[in-house]
């Protein structure tokens, strides 16, 4: 498939785990990708190329607006404009209500609500730009749907994905502009990897990857999700099969949520 071919998508996040599974996906379909991470994406710059694909690196503060307009005006000095922006940088920590520090509560936000926002403020204005509408994809999370123990900060940050994808749609899709955002639930990234010992420390006695083991067992297709399961999915979302799809935020966890 080649459904992309003279696109160009910009990826926050995509250095690893969800986002590099994202940006390969994309590349693999004939897009032009910029790969945006706080840390150095050369890794998956490099892999993107080795499969064939076109990608530039960017390193950027999703948090700070001139590291975000920094990274647009990047991506279209690299490829010549934006089509499709996918706002996939986030962060998690996990507490117990006494112990949950106001910085802690505020990174969280700040990164995972906030730096959508301005991601998507600057990559509307680029769209508009050109006039040929495209497509903005959002990461929420399974605790946009149900906030899990622990992390009241992280679950606030994931609805509020969910309110700006809303929002945003009906402001922009009279323009040609989609707006959707997904859930992922249990991925094996290096977050759930965190995330298994963190909560198994708070929860009792578990031994490594005990507690997400327990977790899977409960999602009805049996295992835990991959990257690439999320990387379709975005996939179809950015594409002109989806463009009457618009506001809306979708599940991918293999069924750990029905709703």
């Given at each position: 498939?080649?459904?992309?071919?003279?696109?160009?998508?910009?990826?926050?996040?995509?250095?690893?785990?969800?986002?590099?599974?994202?940006?390969?996906?994309?590349?693999?379909?004939?897009?032009?990708?910029?790969?945006?991470?706080?840390e150095?994406?050369t890794?998956?710059?490099?892999?993107?190329?080795?499969?064939?694909?076109?990608?530039?690196?960017?390193?950027a503060?999703?948090?700070?607006?001139?590291?975000?307009?920094?990274?647009?005006?990047?991506?279209?000095?690299?490829?010549g404009?934006?089509?499709?922006?996918?706002?996939?940088?986030?962060?998690?920590?996990?507490?117990?209500v006494?112990?949950?520090?106001?910085?802690?509560?505020?990174?969280?936000?700040?990164?995972?609500?906030?730096?959508?926002?301005?991601?998507?403020?600057?990559?509307?204005?680029?769209?508009?730009?050109?006039?040929?509408?495209?497509?903005?994809?959002?990461?929420?999370?399974?605790?946009?749907?149900?906030?899990?123990?622990?992390?009241?900060?992280?679950?606030?940050?994931?609805?509020?994905?969910?309110?700006?994808?809303?929002?945003?749609?009906?402001?922009?899709?009279?323009?040609?502009?989609?707006?959707?955002?997904?859930?992922?639930?249990?991925?094996?990234?290096?977050?759930?990897?965190?995330?298994?010992?963190?909560?198994?420390?708070?929860?009792?006695?578990?031994?490594?990857?005990?507690?997400?083991?327990?977790?899977?067992?409960?999602?009805?297709?049996?295992?835990?999700?991959?990257?690439?399961?999320?990387?379709?999915?975005?996939?179809?979302?950015?594409?002109?099969?989806?463009?009457?799809?618009?506001?809306?935020?979708?599940?991918?966890?293999?069924?750990?949520?029905?709703?």
């Open positions: 498939m080649n459904r992309f071919s003279n696109r160009t998508v910009v990826i926050t996040g995509g250095s690893r785990g969800i986002g590099a599974a994202i940006a390969l996906r994309f590349a693999r379909e004939g897009a032009n990708v910029m790969v945006s991470a706080n150095d994406p890794a998956a710059v490099e892999a993107i190329r080795a499969a064939g694909g076109r990608a530039e690196g960017f390193v503060d999703v948090t700070d607006k001139g590291d975000v307009v920094a990274l647009y005006d990047a991506a279209e000095a690299a490829f404009s934006v089509d499709i922006s996918v706002q996939n940088a986030g962060v998690i920590t996990i507490a117990k006494e112990d949950l520090t106001i910085e802690e509560w505020r990174k969280v936000l700040d990164v995972n609500t906030t730096g959508v926002f301005l991601c998507c403020q600057e990559a509307i204005a680029r769209l508009r730009k050109h006039g040929r509408g495209g497509r903005l994809i959002n990461t929420a999370s399974g605790q946009a749907r149900q906030g899990f123990i622990y992390t009241p900060h992280y679950a606030a940050s994931k609805f509020g994905v969910v309110g700006i994808t809303q929002s945003l749609a009906k402001e922009v899709a009279k323009e040609g502009i989609t707006v959707n955002a997904f859930c992922p639930g249990i991925i094996e990234t290096d977050m759930w990897a965190y995330n298994d010992a963190a909560w198994g420390k708070l929860m009792g006695d578990y031994k490594p990857g005990e507690l997400m083991a327990e977790w899977v067992a409960g999602i009805p297709a049996g295992r835990a999700g991959r990257g690439e399961d999320v990387a379709g999915l975005v996939a179809f979302l950015a594409s002109e099969d989806a463009a009457y799809i618009t506001g809306q935020t979708v599940n991918v966890d293999g069924g750990l949520f029905m709703s």
